[in-house]
């Protein structure tokens, strides 16, 4: 083996090991879905940074994260209160903040988007942070409707670019929709694969599909049962009965609605609808168009489907 070659081999290998081995993590965006991603990384003894715009909103997403980390060292070390605050201080202790992501880029071996639904945006971000993170760094999208592709086009890394789809509430929900584009390499996968493991969670493989597997399924599903009561087949409280009862699942197709957020479930629709128009699963809903424009988003507001008591 000549030199030169040995020493590609070599380089080979040592690039390929660090993606495999992930460590330092900048999580883009302190709100809920940001938060839960960064305590369940650094409860798994990842080092964190957190960025987001404002010191305001970094406040905020440190004491969702302290909340959340106290219901958990409650379950795991019931009354000894010692073992319980020395758990939640040695995993804050691995959370930083930061309001700059370039600079909060520069060591990183995983940098998780988790910002608003808005390819543009998304794609501003991952332009910036291409230029100033490490070349081996692995950049993801927790996007839940935009496709992976396009985001990743924004970057010269396309090859380490793929998504890390989580669920809400991160700490609770097991699952993780581990995504790849045509172009994200082997080892970029294995790496996601294995990290979405070292988390706790189960991951599953997915295809830069719309929707992944999960919302592919679940939003035709809530909107099928929307049209069964545009047409006057069946009203919403029995819908929801029938899907409990007879299919076993713990929320009716209405209740699910309202709890996601209706301007959610219209904004997943007019972008599949968008790219995707002979498709009729995809078709927008009068019904959930016209509960948006009255401000009636669900739970969130107090009403959607249903009236909630605030």
Not at 37 to 66: C, F, M, N, R, W
Not at 77 to 94: I, L
Not at 114 to 140: C, G, H, M, W, Y
Request: charged share 25%.
């Amino acid at each position: 083996m000549s030199f030169v070659t040995h020493m590609a081999c070599r380089g080979f290998a040592t690039s390929a090991q660090r993606l495999t081995h992930i460590k330092q993590i900048t999580v883009i965006g302190g709100g809920q879905m940001g938060a839960g991603i960064a305590q369940v990384a650094a409860q798994t003894g990842h080092d964190i940074v957190v960025v987001d715009q404002s010191e305001e909103i970094l406040q905020k997403s440190q004491a969702i994260i302290s909340k959340s980390l106290a219901r958990v060292a409650r379950k795991k070390h019931g009354e000894d209160t010692s073992d319980a605050a020395e758990f939640v201080n040695t995993t804050m202790s691995r959370i930083k903040m930061h309001t700059d992501p370039e600079e909060a880029c520069k060591n990183t071996d995983l940098v998780i988007e988790a910002i608003v639904e808005n390819l543009t945006i998304k794609q501003d971000l991952f332009s910036r942070l291409d230029k100033v993170a490490p070349p081996q760094a692995i950049f993801v999208s927790n996007t839940s409707s935009l496709a992976i592709d396009k985001i990743a086009t924004a970057t010269q890394r396309k090859d380490r670019f793929g998504g890390l789809h989580f669920f809400n509430p991160v700490p609770v929900m097991k699952l993780v929709e581990v995504v790849r584009i045509a172009e994200t390499s082997d080892a970029t996968f294995d790496a996601l694969m294995h990290f979405a493991s070292t988390l706790g969670k189960t991951p599953v493989k997915c295809k830069d599909t719309p929707g992944f597997i999960v919302n592919r399924l679940l939003v035709p599903y809530m909107m099928e049962a929307v049209r069964l009561l545009e047409r006057g087949d069946s009203d919403a409280r029995d819908t929801d009965t029938a899907m409990k009862l007879g299919a076993g699942h713990p929320m009716g197709p209405f209740e699910l609605a309202d709890y996601i957020g209706l301007d959610v479930i219209q904004f997943v629709m007019q972008g599949w609808h968008a790219d995707f128009p002979d498709q009729p699963l995809f078709n927008p809903s009068p019904l959930v168009d016209k509960l948006v424009s009255e401000g009636k988003l669900g739970i969130k507001s107090g009403e959607g489907f249903y009236t909630y008591e605030k």
